[in-house]
């Protein structure tokens, strides 16, 4: 995101004097270069290669080289690997290599692009670092070390757990909340061990460092100039630099005349900070957004800039030096503090001012929200079909290297929209667009691979079934094909759409299907088809559907059952009661619902299972927000300002029931006025008729509820309110990316209070009493809050304009006029029953089965018989986390990986090669034992392996040598076999989560190292109960990441020693 809004300009403060006693000596100002790179936000990434990008990596790499001294610090990594593969010239690719070897570049994060971390899934998190590390690791033979997420907005705790488990030393924030920032800065509190994982505690803990009030930027304003300060390259011009070199805005250059009062401003700001530090050393970055890409200028003025400090460094009490974020650290270690650990809670809500809560993104631009969500859980589908497919060996005809390609470009999409300023619906319109078509392609060749994998099964007879279509034989038919992503058996409904109302449908073979028939929800004209299917774990059933001809009667079991539809009138909102309740219940063998005839709304619902009933209303409102900045605090993309509390945003409701032998579906309707044609908001209400056994548990347990929400009025954000008379405390749930929960009690803030109590809801979130609980399940990110006793309500929608020229000005203001169809499942129950369901639920809902209908088209429905491979089944609470081929390009043996890339480029050199990547080891621990309990020193300590000249050290977790991806992805080529973390087995990938929800780790035994690449990747999940040790509920960890020349389903034997060697038995 662009400069950062809210901060305090800088000015020359009185100095704060530090608590405790400090080194003699000046203070030591490591400075950082770096150019913060948005893949997206306001321009393209076309738009910004052509402007910038693409000349901050060239003219980088010529000014490193120029400069023995001087460094820079590369992050993101699609505008790098977009610059070397269509822009570096061979010359500037070896200089990169070289540079690498020297310690003057340096890759930090190292990720596709800087994720956001309050609204994306931890799956796409992994995928993207993955994408990004791979890249690093096949190019160069290396992987970072070190995190820089300087611009997400607020910080997650399981960010830190995952780099801690992709093997990184440290790990570098800056955007918390700016009263919680003052606060750690005045007790210097601003550096900290964080334990992100309640369940994993110091086994992935990771020193954390918070960036002052300044952030990532260097000061902009100066004492003795009107132009900003060190920006001595301008800002980037759009859509071309300027033929001149001009820029707007560049600095006064450094010269003999005022070199002494850049150097005192500079001192006075590292001394400021300094006063935030327990320690001498402080870190100083040099750059801000879209900065070097006129590197020669910037170095030009600096260079002299930092000797002339260094010259009078007793007298100004500092000394400065170029630095990467690796010499920072290091040098920051060898001073041996003891740190301050923190727990797993995270730093979410994220504000920079009393009315600027920045809790707005979690639901901006929806449909986003919902397509990269789906996006990712088609690539889920596609890779574990493909790799199916492929292994042991090939099947048919299909050509691998296309089919890698089709994955690869979702791969690479779905990374990108994992960016801060991507999935967050924080971009403008114009890279909106960029970001769905990048999505939409990439799901079309994914569904066109999936499809053909399925043709390339059926054989020499599919062209048969072909033929016979084209000719006619069974005119109006139709193929369908559902594949079940899931390792588990899946029993669930799937709806499609057909153009005739009596249907029959039956199985490969023959057998007819539990199907009911009911009128569309969208197209009047057509029908839905309900199926009801069964499909065993990574496996696909094929299902012919033909026109009936004759009733029902005729067909017997064959045809499907037609839904009855009850139509109720509309009630008005205000509308007065007669007498007393006049209830319909709507019921399966979980759940009875009772809907209030008088209100067409929801009034309760009864739980078989506890036989509790609980109130349960729900309703549409909207928070009105204020467009016009000079009236008061405005809503837009980021931040949430309501004016006021939410109010109903309807005056009349209609409902239908369509009831039927598979399905009833409850439809509400409401409108904005008693009058009004056409409805602005709906909820669909669907309850399975199926037996609650083991087949139709997760089915039967729950209400799955789709909305239709828009299009909203101008300076609206509409609400879903569920209002119970469950004694929550006002206490509520939400998860951290799907991966932990974290408990959030209603804060009494002073000043916006409701906006400051909105939390991410990615996946799911609960209220509860003593009794029953109420859950969740999202299928895309939103903004989730608890506004009064025994509620929760989720933004659904926000449609804002206002008149702020910084927001007008990039295009930011989000009149988003479209209308969006977000889904929620219910499911409510005793918390030790909801628990297990939450967390299988919520993998049924985010990874439903994907049905192959379209993309079929034009294939006989003939059933075509048994073709099925041998079904995958998991034990109830293991989650296959991810089956994929990567199609890396590299020798799984590190050493004769680096000495490949050394005689591709002979003048390569340095690359650290002296430690096995296939060795692994346990999570080290600290050398030295805390001096309190709530210390810790940090990482290393003597008998820490020496790093290799001019590299990192190496990964704390690991075994030697660079560990070149996230840890438990399932997709590392470079990992060793068997390892739950790459280079380690400190443990797996967990989902700790809070209270009840807490788990401990699982690794499997060690495997035999891995063959080349064509072999899976394979990493599990437990989602379950784990072992008597484990409370109530145990939360899915990554249990294993497996790869090598044995078969992955017949490695797992349940009883394995996990680090520090405690076994554990799955029950």
């Not at 796409?124 to 033979?141: K, W």
């Not at 639901?363 to 574990?384: D, I, M, N, Q, V």
């Not at 405005?634 to 209609?654: L, R």
């Not at 007008?808 to 006029?817: A, C, E, F, K, V």
Request: contains cysteine; charged residues 20%.
């Amino acid at each position: 995101m662009g400069p950062l809004r809210g901060l305090q300009l800088w000015a020359l403060l009185a100095l704060l004097r530090p608590p405790g006693a400090r080194p003699a000596g000046p203070i030591r100002a490591f400075v950082v270069p770096h150019s913060h790179m948005d893949v997206g936000w306001v321009y393209t990434v076309q738009e910004s290669m052509r402007a910038y990008a693409a000349n901050v990596y060239s003219s980088v790499v010529a000014e490193l080289a120029r400069g023995r001294q001087r460094r820079f610090i590369a992050v993101e990594q699609e505008f790098f690997r977009l610059w070397w593969g269509d822009v570096a010239s061979e010359q500037q690719k070896r200089q990169v290599r070289q540079l690498l070897a020297k310690g003057q570049l340096e890759f930090v994060l190292g990720g596709q692009v800087m994720h956001d971390e309050a609204v994306t899934h931890f799956d796409d998190q992994i995928l993207q670092l993955t994408e990004g590390h791979g890249f690093l690791y096949e190019t160069f033979g290396i992987r970072p070390q070190f995190s820089w997420h300087v611009d997400p907005f607020g910080a997650s705790a399981t960010t830190p757990t995952l780099f801690a488990l992709a093997g990184f030393d440290a790990h570098l924030i800056s955007r918390i909340d700016y009263d919680l920032k003052e606060t750690l800065q005045e007790s210097q509190g601003l550096q900290f061990v964080w334990r992100g994982s309640p369940s994993l505690s110091e086994q992935q803990e990771i020193f954390t460092h918070v960036m002052d009030q300044y952030s990532y930027c260097t000061p902009s304003h100066i004492p003795f100039s009107n132009r900003s300060g060190f920006y001595w390259n301008g800002v980037a011009v759009f859509p071309e630099p300027p033929r001149d070199g001009v820029y707007p805005n560049m600095s006064e250059p450094v010269t003999p005349a005022n070199i002494d009062l850049y150097a005192e401003a500079l001192a006075a700001n590292v001394k400021q900070r300094a006063a935030w530090f327990r320690t001498p050393h402080v870190l100083w970055p040099w750059g801000c957004d879209k900065q070097f890409f006129n590197a020669s200028v910037q170095f030009a003025n600096m260079d002299p800039l930092l000797e002339h400090i260094n010259s009078r460094a007793g007298e100004l009490g500092v000394s400065v030096q170029y630095a990467t974020l690796g010499d920072y650290f290091r040098a920051l270690h060898t001073l041996n503090v003891t740190w301050h650990v923190r727990d797993h809670h995270d730093f979410l809500p994220y504000s920079t001012e009393p009315f600027q809560a920045w809790t707005g993104f979690y639901t901006s631009r929806s449909t986003l929200k919902g397509l990269a969500r789906r996006a990712s859980a088609l690539l889920y589908a596609g890779e574990s079909m493909f790799t199916r497919f492929m292994w042991p060996a090939p099947h048919g005809a299909l050509d691998p290297s296309w089919a890698l390609q089709q994955l690869q470009q979702l791969r690479w999409a779905v990374s990108e929209v994992q960016h801060h300023d991507a999935i967050t619906g924080t971009e403008s319109p114009k890279v909106r667009d960029m970001y769905v078509e990048h999505l939409a392609t990439g799901m079309r060749g994914v569904h066109k691979l999936m499809a053909a994998i399925v043709l390339d099964r059926l054989g020499p007879a599919a062209g048969v079934w072909q033929e016979a279509a084209g000719s006619g034989a069974e005119p109006g038919g139709h193929l369908a094909v559902v594949y079940n992503p899931l390792a588990w058996t899946v029993t669930t409904i799937v709806t499609l759409t057909v153009g005739f109302p009596r249907v029959s449908v039956t199985d490969e073979l023959g057998h007819p299907v539990p199907s009911q028939v009911q009128n569309s929800t969208e197209t009047p004209s057509a029908y839905d088809l309900l199926i009801l299917t069964t499909v065993p774990g990574l496996s696909y059933r094929h299902y012919s559907i033909r026109p009936s001809l004759g009733t029902q009667e005729d067909m017997g079991q064959l045809a499907a059952t037609v839904a009855t539809t009850l139509q109720f009138g509309r009630r008005l909102r205000r509308q007065a009661r007669r007498g007393g309740w006049h209830l319909v219940p709507v019921e399966n063998d979980c759940y009875t619902v009772l809907l209030d005839k008088d209100t067409n709304l929801m009034r309760s619902i009864w739980d078989r299972q506890s036989n509790r009933t609980v109130q349960v209303t729900q309703e549409f409102l909207e928070y009105h927000v204020n467009g016009d900045w000079k009236r008061g605090p405005i809503s837009d993309n980021y931040m949430f300002a309501p004016s006021g509390a939410a109010v109903p945003a309807w005056e009349a409701v209609g409902m239908e029931i369509v009831a039927g032998k598979l399905v009833t579906e409850i439809r509400q309707y409401f409108y904005r006025n008693a009058t009004a044609k056409d409805y602005t908001y709906a909820i669909h209400s669907r309850l399975a008729h199926v037996p609650r056994g083991p087949g139709g548990e997760l089915l039967c347990r729950r209400i799955e509820q789709e909305y239709r929400v828009g299009p909203l009025e101008l300076n609206r954000e509409a609400v879903l309110r569920t209002s119970t008379d469950l004694d929550s405390q006002q206490v509520l749930y939400s998860d951290n990316n799907g991966y932990q929960l974290q408990r959030r009690p209603h804060q009494a803030y002073k000043n916006n209070s409701i906006a400051r109590n909105y939390y991410p809801m990615v996946q799911s979130a609960f209220i509860e009493d003593s009794r029953s609980r109420l859950v969740l399940l999202s299928e895309r990110a939103h903004g989730v809050s608890s506004q009064g006793n025994g509620q929760v309500e989720v933004m659904l929608h926000r449609r804002l304009w206002n008149n702020l020229e910084w927001d007008l000005g990039y295009n930011l203001t989000l009149n988003d006029t479209s209308i969006v169809y977000p889904v929620l499942w219910l499911v409510l129950g005793p918390p030790p029953i909801t628990a297990a369901l939450r967390q299988r639920s919520g993998l049924a809902l985010q990874h439903r089965p994907v049905v192959l209908f379209g993309w079929l088209a034009g294939i006989s429905p003939k059933p075509p018989g048994p073709q099925q491979q041998d079904a995958v089944t998991l034990p109830p609470n293991l989650h296959l986390q991810t089956l994929s081929i990567p199609g890396w390009n590299y020798s799984s043996n590190h050493t004769q990986h680096v000495q490949a890339l050394q005689k591709a480029d002979p003048d390569q050199a340095g690359i650290c090669s002296r430690d096995g990547l296939l060795t692994l080891h346990p999570g080290r621990r600290p050398a030295s034992p805390p001096a309190k309990d709530d210390t810790r020193r940090p990482r290393g300590g003597p008998g820490r392996p020496e790093p290799c000249p001019a590299a990192a050290p190496p990964p704390v977790r690991g075994g030697g040598g660079p560990d070149p991806v996230p840890a438990s992805d399932g997709k590392s080529e470079g990992c060793a076999a068997g390892s739950g973390v790459c280079g380690g087995r400190g443990g797996a990938l967990p989902h700790g989560d809070v209270g009840r929800e807490h788990a401990a780790p699982l690794a499997l035994e060690d495997t035999d190292p891995r063959p080349p690449q064509r072999w899976p990747r394979l990493s599990l999940m437990a989602t379950g109960k784990l072992h008597r040790h484990a409370p109530p509920e145990g939360n899915p960890h990554v249990l294993h990441s497996l790869s090598g020349g044995v078969n992955p389903w017949q490695t797992w034997n349940g009883n394995t020693e996990g680090a520090g060697g405690r076994g554990h038995n799955l029950e």
